[in-house]
């Protein structure tokens, strides 16, 4: 293995610095976006402001979902230092940039400086851990933890630990594990119960069974993540059914959530997800398993299974969303730098070949995406977007024909950095221009019109929709009319918080003092030719707001 030092301490310190700089400067450019940023928030925003955090609520309503580890997070950031976009997303934030600096650790241990700067370059320039560490949502987090977990078992089992280290390993195991459970649910023991049992089948090895510390890792397990699940359940009977038997089996082996995707179609994803590094990656992913073939324990093929398992999981679920085959990209990107770290120059100047191509395409069809413009996306806004991702798809494009010329010149390392960093940079361009159609993907500045106008008290009635991010900065709940969707199972354990039907919120609305209500377009006009009394006082690309007349 190659193991000439990628750049010097000085040099390593300054790109991690400009790393760290623009990955947590960029985190509060953008406002927040619906619905996963809106609703991450709001939940937050309501345990902060009513102190209970035991029973997550949305909208002032039962969620039951997810677990609250983020939510407790954010919390306490919101109580320290402010609601803002910087603080709603400072968990995901923080997570991703921690999944990087965690990948460095974890390379380094095991294969080396080199292969740790491009196992950290690569997962840090990577779609995937870019885009989702800069999103509020909820599974950067559990990511990161699982992450966590998969260093503690591949440095408890590695040859050169000393017996009395193993211990001490297997114990950050199990409590990343319990972080992970509090993060998102069961899929943390499922990952590393099945990628366990795939591993040892498959490589014939049984030595890491002997060292799981059972008999102190489950307790420290259930100490960590066990309270808030009684706590919970104690508190709201209705808990355990829900969350265990709908949110995981439910979820997993039927289509009611409406997420129902081909068996392909994560291998689309992670094709598009592991950008730049797209085939780097899996070549160093599919031959990693033919790496290693004496040892008692074996870290490729640990993390080649650990990849395959995800995988293979969520590709057998009936319900799909992008972001779940997330927990993929540490150890892609590990497998990804002892691939560039082997790599001859020819293979490398092949790979960038086959990016070059398809980084000028990116550079040509960048201002065509205004011919997408719409009611919703207007023109304009879609024509300053255009400006942003042709810039982006630019820098990629420049950095890729730099990367081809240094490692022309028999300068490897060189290249693969000049890579990263014009991928890093390309991809937060591409984040950071979205905030050019914040107007139509969040409720900020039609929340700036309305908080003037409003005072405690006074009904908001959201009708026959519910926009995710307008509680948030209204810093308000607002009653659901004809709306259930995610909401449904909070309503039906406290029904009086909604309305049910149009008939009945127009019966209210006619009978009661001042109020506002939030709607969209059809349904304006559909309430208007009605003969409802209503007054226009600020109006969105896809909602309008109305006052009832004095």
């Avoid at 069809?365 to 997408?372: D, E, L, R, S």
């Avoid at 003969?531 to 909602?543: E, Y």
Wanted: charged content about 15%; aromatic content about 14%; overall charge positive.
């Amino acid at each position: 293995m190659n193991t000439t030092p990628i750049l010097s301490r000085s040099g390593l310190f300054a790109l991690f610095l400009a790393f760290s700089v623009i990955w947590f400067g960029s985190l509060d450019y953008r406002k927040l976006i619906q619905p996963d940023e809106g609703r991450y928030a709001e939940i937050a925003r309501e345990m902060a402001v009513s102190g209970d955090f035991v029973t997550p609520r949305l909208n002032g309503i039962k969620y039951f979902e997810k677990p609250p580890l983020q939510y407790w997070a954010t919390a306490v950031t919101f109580n320290i230092f402010g609601e803002n976009e910087w603080t709603a997303r400072i968990w995901p934030g923080l997570t991703g940039f921690l999944s990087v600096l965690l990948a460095f650790i974890t390379a380094s241990r095991l294969f080396g400086q080199r292969v740790a700067v491009l196992a950290a370059a690569t997962l840090g320039s990577g779609l995937f851990t870019v885009l989702i560490g800069h999103i509020n949502t909820l599974d950067m987090g559990l990511s990161f933890f699982l992450q966590l977990a998969l260093t503690g078992m591949l440095f408890a089992n590695h040859a050169d630990t000393p017996n009395r280290n193993r211990r001490k390993w297997m114990m950050l195991v199990w409590a990343a594990l319990a972080l992970a459970m509090l993060s998102k649910g069961l899929i943390s023991l499922v990952v590393c119960g099945a990628t366990l049992v795939v591993y040892s089948l498959l490589a014939r090895d049984f030595s890491p069974w002997k060292r799981l510390e059972l008999a102190r890792g489950i307790p420290l397990f259930l100490a960590i993540s066990a309270p808030w699940f009684v706590l919970v359940s104690l508190a709201n009977p209705e808990f355990p059914h829900f969350f265990f038997i709908h949110e995981h089996f439910e979820r997993f082996l039927t289509k009611d959530h409406g997420r129902y995707q081909p068996a392909w179609y994560f291998f689309a994803i992670l094709l598009v997800g592991t950008l730049p590094w797209t085939l780097m990656t899996i070549q160093g992913w599919l031959t990693a398993w033919t790496h290693e073939r004496t040892g008692a324990f074996q870290p490729q093929r640990f993390l080649f299974v650990w990849a395959l398992v995800i995988l293979g999981f969520f590709s057998a679920s009936s319900s799909k969303l992008p972001s779940y085959i997330l927990p993929m990209a540490p150890a892609l990107s590990i497998l990804t730098g002892i691939f560039l770290a082997n790599a001859g120059r020819k293979t490398l100047l092949n790979h960038l070949l086959l990016i070059i191509p398809v980084a000028t395409a990116a550079t040509w069809f960048a201002p065509k995406i205004t011919v997408h413009a719409d009611a919703i996306m207007p023109l304009d806004m879609m024509e300053q977007y255009a400006l942003w991702a042709t810039v982006a798809a630019g820098v990629w494009l420049a950095g890729t024909l730099t990367a081809f010329i240094l490692v022309w010149r028999k300068r490897e390392g060189h290249g693969l950095i000049t890579l990263a960093i014009a991928g890093f940079l390309a991809l937060t361009l591409v984040i950071q221009g979205h905030e050019t159609l914040g107007r139509s993907t969040s409720a900020h500045d039609l929340a700036l019109e309305l908080k003037p106008l409003l005072t405690p008290g006074v009904p908001f009635y959201s009708v026959s929709m519910y926009e995710q991010t307008l509680p948030y900065y209204l810093q308000r709940t607002v009653t659901l009319v004809n709306y259930r969707d995610e909401l449904s199972f909070g309503l039906d354990q406290e029904p009086q918080l909604g309305i049910p039907a149009v008939a009945d919120f127009v019966l209210r609305w006619r009978a009661g003092g001042d109020a506002f209500a939030v709607m969209k377009p059809d349904t304006y006009k559909e309430l208007t030719a009605s003969g409802l009394p209503m007054t226009v006082v600020a109006k969105g690309l896809r909602r309008i707001v109305v006052r009832k007349p004095a």
